[in-house]
């Protein structure tokens, strides 16, 4: 499904690591049968420590932050020059 929505929309699909989620899906992005759709299992996520996904969260959190508050005064900044010309 989600292939088709971007597909349909001109998306690109990525894929995120660790895995973020477990998830078993009806239909296969591969194209495998609906049997073998079903039972696949992300082992990566099993194997994940919540302690250590919380403290990596924070962390680009934290970057996500400070990138946002520098665009949005870089913004503000651009704004102020063109006032100015």
Known sequence: MLDEIASSNGLDRYALYPVQAQHIGIDSARKTTKDE???????????Q???????????????????REKVEQDALDSMYLDELS
Request: glycine residues 0%; proline residues 3%.
């Open 37 to 47: 759709a079903q039972a696949i299992w992300s082992m990566a996520f099993e194997n």
């Open 49 to 67: 420590n919540p302690r250590i996904l919380k403290k990596e969260h924070s962390k680009l959190l934290e970057k996500y932050e400070l990138w």
